[in-house]
Structures are given as structure tokens and as C-alpha cells.
């Protein structure tokens, strides 16, 4: 799969100042934090690992006409790391339709960066055979829907499946069988070991109408409590909000490929047609940092441009 | 396991659905109506019209209107459709009179319902 060399430039780059960023870890002291690529970074020692999401290999309507283009863009800037990271995570929405040659662009994109790249699905992954085009292609090794955990940079990493068998309640589920294991998985470790959870729909409950939350994300939370550094990391509501709760630190990442509106300020969360040159006014430019305290959620605005 | 129902030749089968009953009617002479048909449209993550009220018989058309795939899942009658992507259809025949709720799969806070009387 090759990037079509028609893509005019400025147009592409106007999808850029929305789309196609990743999200850089980097780990010190036990705790995870986070940056835009292109932010400043000096090279160093530190462990540090990528996360990109919803790339949606396979969209073609307005609100991103090349989400190839966007993705291909996302991982060059990865490979312009100063510090390489240890490997990528790709928070689910892989693909659009779940279709053979939308994972093989992906596996083939991703592939370019040399990087390991762990994934879990998200709801747009498992369309195809009840889930197992993605588990044959990306979940080798997993266990039940594709749920797994793996040891990096004296970290504990937990990717959870919550996509799977959607009920009425409209909320993300991760289910019995997962939160079994989960509770079974972290038993051992001690409660120094800093943890990173990476699902497709966040954890919490970003905006019940819209579906932006798990059920039973709060049961898997329970069971990591003893836990003195957490970090959540999600995608699916294709723009960035933070929120820390006591040891806990949840973030949403953005789409590589086309943003959502707010919660509860479009009628619905269907892909946002951003104009071109006000994109920076736009809600996919800004970053939302709820900060929790024993006060009611804070909202701080914080402009990825600054 | 759900079943599995192909969204694909929707319009083709329905054609030749009309097409049938068509031919039945001028065969047998009869008065008698061609099977009812109704249609929900998907737009904006909502069904419309919900609730659906219809007869027994009545095939059901789901056209998806959104930027984003919409799927049909009704534990009920133990349908799955696959996935609509825009402008894609699917289609059911309600054969026994009920209730019916059903959600998207993809996007399970979409909730739609259709009454079916005898």
C-alpha cells in the first residue's frame, strides 16, 4: 500500500493540525507522563513508548478523505523521535470495516516503524467473523476477545477488550470472564509497580449518551487500587481528556484519521467536518484537562498550539 | 451464536420481491395487497421513526444515512445484521407479532424499537 502522491500538500497539512499525532510516554520515577509529538523533547535515557489510535483505515468521507495519508504522517513523526520509544500502542479503531485489506495496510504502515506495536481492538475491529480477522492478524497470544498483559521498563501493561458484545445500556463492557483474569493478573505484583491499562473506550464514564464509557470499567478499576501510579490509556472519542483520580490518571487520545465533536455539544458524535483554516478554534485542536479533586471536576482548557 | 444476515443485493431482492408479488397478483387476479414494506432511516446515531408500528409480514428496511457504519442487533429474534456503511441497507420480515427492541451494534446507545400486530 503506498500513499497516493496526488494528496495536495496543503490540504494535507491542514488535516495535520487536527489528525495524525501520537502521543509519547515517557516514564520516570514510576510515573507515566504524556506529550504531543513535536512538542520539544531532549534525547535521553528514558523509557518511553507511543500511543496512536482510531486510525480507521478504510474511511473515505469528507470529515478525511485520505486517513492513510494522516496515519503515514503520524508514524513518520514517530520515527523523528530523538529518544525511540520502546514500542507503539495502538488504542483500537484500527480499521473502518474490519476488512482484510484495511488491517493489511495497517500491519504494513505500522510495520514501517520498526516498532513492536501492541493493540487492542475497538468496535469498528471486530466486524468480520465475530472478531477473528483482528484476532488472527493482531491478537496471536491473546486471551478470550484478545485481552493480554506484558512487563516493559519495570512496568506492568494491561490491554483490556471492552468492544465486545454491546448491551442496551449503551456503555463499553469488559465482562466476567476478563475481569476474572484481570483480578487473577495483577494479584502478584507489588504495589509499587506503576501500571498502564489501555483499552478502546475509556474506562469512565466521559458522557453516558453517547456511549463514552464502560459498565463495569469501575470493577476493573477496584482491583488496582492497592496500585500507587495508574495510568488508563483509551481512544474512541477521537480527542484528548485527562482526568486524575486519586492514583488513578485516565487519557483519551486523538484519531489519526478524523475528530468527534465534544461531549454533548453536537447532536450526535459523527465524524466532525473541521473548515479549513479555522481548525484551531475547533474542539479537535483543543486539549480538555478534567482534573478531579475532592471538588467537583475542574475543566482547564489547554491549546495544543501552546 | 447470532445469525449472520449479508446486507449485500438488498434492492436487488426486494425488486424482485415486488416483482414477484407483482406477478402473483395478476396471476391469481386477486385484490389482495403486495406484502407490506417499511423503512427506518439511520441518521445522526438515531432510528427513525421508533417505534415502528406494523403488521405481521411487513419487511423492514434499515437505510443507513450517517459518515459512520451502523450495525442492527435484536436479542429478541436473534438478529445480527452486519455492518451498514453509508447508504447500505438491511432488511428483516417480521413474521410474528411482538415487540422488538434493537440497538446498533457498533453503537449500542442508538435504541429502536418496532411493534409488530397481527
Known sequence: MSIDPNLQRRGF??????????????????????RLIGSAEAAGNDFTFVQISDSHLGFDKPANTNVTATLQEA??????????????????????????AQF?????????????MHTVPGEHDILEEDGKSYLNRFGKGTKGDGWYSFDAGGVHFIGLVNVVNLQGNGLGSLGHDQLEWLEDDVKPLTASTPIVVFAHVPLWVVYQDWGWGTS???QALSYLKKFGSVTVLNGHIHQTLQKVEGNV???????????????????????MVVPAGELKQYLGIASVKLVSSKAPLAIVDTSLAG | MNEMLEPGGN??????????????IVAIGS????????QIVVDNF?????????????TVTWVNHDDIPHSIVCPTLKVKSHPMDTDESFTYTFDQAGTYDYICGLHPHMHGQVVVAA
Request: aromatic content about 4%; some cysteine.
Open chain 1, 104 to 116: 493489511d495496510t495497517a500491519a504494513q504502515l505500522c510495520g514501517g516503524t520498526k516498532l513492536t
Open chain 2, 31 to 38: 385484490h389482495k395487497a403486495k406484502a407490506a414494506e417499511a
Open chain 1, 75 to 100: 508514524l513518520d513523526n514517530v520515527g523523528k523521535l530523538p529518544n525511540k520509544p520502546a514500542f507503539m500502542i495502538h488504542t483500537g479503531d484500527i480499521t473502518h470495516l474490519s476488512k482484510p
Open chain 1, 249 to 271: 490518571a485516565f487519557h483519551t487520545a486523538r484519531s489519526t484519521a478524523f475528530p468527534q465533536p465534544a461531549p454533548g455539544s453536537a447532536k450526535s458524535p459523527g465524524p
Open chain 2, 11 to 24: 434492492a436487488r431482492r426486494l425488486l424482485l420481491r415486488r416483482a414477484l408479488a407483482a406477478g402473483i
Open chain 2, 46 to 58: 438515531t432510528f427513525s421513526p421508533t417505534p415502528l408500528n406494523v403488521k405481521v409480514g411487513t
Open chain 1, 13 to 34: 497539512l491542514k488535516c495535520m493540525t487536527w489528525a495524525g499525532t501520537a502521543m509519547v510516554w515517557t516514564v520516570a520515577g514510576g510515573v507515566p507522563r504524556s
Open chain 1, 216 to 218: 463495569d470499567g469501575a
